[in-house]
């Protein structure tokens, strides 16, 4: 008791610390509020999803995604125009229809993915029963009775599941969701094991993330815009006021950390990234982009491709951000807008993918060109980036070097170099990926890469092996790169056996 007392005491404290330090922006929409932009994006959404002239029935098809089609429904809500309502209720009865309820299975509460070729991805649980409640909170009044009890009916399952599953704080987006969908669930119904599970998650997650400031799912373009949506649920719809001042309070403090890791002249966050589907905001669609893009309320500001392409299914968020409402401190919005001064960071992530427990980042900042690095991960994922330089180009688009997520190499930066090391599993080469328009295998020397609006130089020891186009039909698929680009290189280095891993196998300094 006296330890709940100390923690709700301290809560409240960061609580207040965090609002009465910050002048908050907060924004409530409704359709009839949304500015021009806003109102532009949105509208542009529903008729990527219903194309003129189609009927409800016609999209919604064996190979669509049900949880875009949740967000179409929840969308056409918040509009409530002429015949919006009908095609809602046409989606809902579709979509809740297409639950495992199961008890008995792992996959109980889930919804399909799709019809066809179903991924049975236990995450619906969450993504959809969270759509789900925002429905019947706020649109219960536009429904029929039947519908309402099937959407009670549909996320008592998705609870239960997701109790079941019991998804560890680390996961972050998830997590986030699935404790909001415990507690409301379990509160809302009287299912006091799932509402005090929901509760217990909520206080692990806050618990992890005051451990370093920090939460594990780090730097991610697309999964920071899924954690925003999940604590803007915790402060709009959790039943539990200690879950609702979590929420405010982390929100707030997530706020400033995107906006420290954001760039507003070159409209993306330096790497590295945990978890990434691209390289260049300007080119494919993420979830954190879509809410600078709200925030900042300006197209010529928003960090978003100027035409619809690579994961545009993303801007499906649009209607839950409208539905749980924007909160953010009024400096981080200013530092949306307009870049401030070059800064050099360096972060400690609890982090639980293979390697280091605690992974060490470093980043730098400055208005032309940035760059960040990780140390400490030996997970092979695609989606994780260990090493990014970012940069603009005299065209104004924006260029960049990665080193991908294999486990091979360790990499930190300072403020005017990066320096990439191999990890102790000695593996006997690695590889640095290259973009630039109009990028040719002759900017490649030894000591030197010369490329659109930025100079590398580059001090090794090692041979260059191979210097290689990329074929970007396998960008996506081999290296969770989602941009549709020419122009990438692909300069692999041998290293000899034995290498001292305490030396650096490469020091790469930008020169703008």
């Not at 509160?187 to 692990?204: P, Q, S």
């Not at 002249?265 to 300007?282: I, Q, S, V």
């Not at 104004?396 to 091979?408: Q, R, V």
Request: aromatic letters at 12%; charged letters at 25%.
């Amino acid at each position: 008791m006296k330890n709940t007392i100390l923690f709700l005491s301290f809560l409240l404290l960061n609580t207040f610390l965090v609002e009465a330090n910050d002048d908050i922006y907060s924004k409530k929409f409704t359709y009839q509020t949304l500015s021009p932009y806003q109102k532009h994006l949105f509208e542009e959404f529903l008729a990527d999803e219903i194309p003129t002239g189609a009927k409800i029935e016609d999209v919604l098809t064996d190979n669509t995604s049900l949880r875009s089609k949740t967000r179409l429904a929840e969308a056409l809500l918040f509009r409530n125009a002429a015949e919006d309502k009908e095609k809602a209720i046409v989606i809902l009865r579709w979509i809740l229809k297409n639950q495992y309820q199961d008890e008995n299975t792992k996959i109980y509460g889930i919804w399909k993915t799709s019809i066809n070729n179903d991924k049975f991805d236990q995450n619906w649980r969450e993504f959809i029963g969270c759509d789900l409640i925002i429905i019947r909170n706020k649109f219960r009044h536009l429904l029929p009775e039947n519908i309402i009890k099937d959407i009670e009916t549909g996320i008592i399952h998705a609870a239960k599941g997701a109790f079941k599953r019991n998804v560890a704080p680390d996961y972050t987006n998830i997590s986030i969701m699935s404790a909001f969908l415990m507690e409301y669930v379990g509160t809302e119904f009287g299912l006091e094991e799932i509402k005090n599970a929901g509760l217990k998650k909520a206080r692990d997650i806050f618990k992890l993330y005051q451990s370093n400031k920090t939460f594990s799912e780090f730097n991610s373009p697309t999964y920071y815009g899924v954690t925003l949506i999940g604590l803007g649920l915790w402060r709009e719809l959790a039943f539990s006021k200690e879950i609702q001042e979590m929420g405010k309070a982390l929100e707030m403090d997530f706020w400033h950390e995107t906006t420290n890791f954001y760039n507003p002249n070159l409209k993306n966050m330096p790497g590295p990234y945990f978890r990434a589907y691209g390289m260049d905001m300007n080119k494919y669609f993420a979830i954190t982009g879509t809410w600078i893009a709200l925030a900042v309320d300006d197209e010529k500001l928003a960090p978003l491709p100027p035409k619809k392409g690579p994961k545009y299914g993303e801007m499906s968020n649009l209607s839950t951000i409208f539905n749980v409402g924007l909160s953010i401190p009024k400096a981080d919005l200013a530092k949306l807008k307009s870049f401030s001064k070059p800064q050099f960071i360096a972060r400690n992530i609890p982090n639980n993918y293979k390697g280091d427990s605690i992974k060490k980042v470093t980043a730098m900042m400055n208005k032309d060109w940035m760059m960040g690095a990780l140390w400490g991960n030996k997970r092979v994922w695609e989606q994780i980036k260990t090493g990014t330089i970012h940069w603009k180009t005299p065209d104004g688009d924006i260029a960049w070097l990665m080193t991908l997520g294999d486990g091979k190499t360790n990499v930190k930066v300072s403020k005017t170099q990066m320096s990439i090391f191999a990890n102790d599993t000695q593996p006997n080469s690695f590889e640095v990926f290259v973009y630039a328009k109009k990028l040719t295998k002759e900017a490649f020397t030894p000591t030197k890469w010369s490329l659109s609006g930025m100079i590398l130089g580059i001090n090794t020891t090692l041979k260059i092996t191979q210097i290689d186009s990329i074929d970007d039909k396998k960008l996506h698929e081999n290296y969770a790169i989602s941009d549709e680009i020419t122009g990438i290189y692909k300069i692999t280095f041998e290293i000899p056996a034995y290498w001292d891993i305490s030396k650096p196998l490469v020091e790469i300094t930008p020169k703008k």
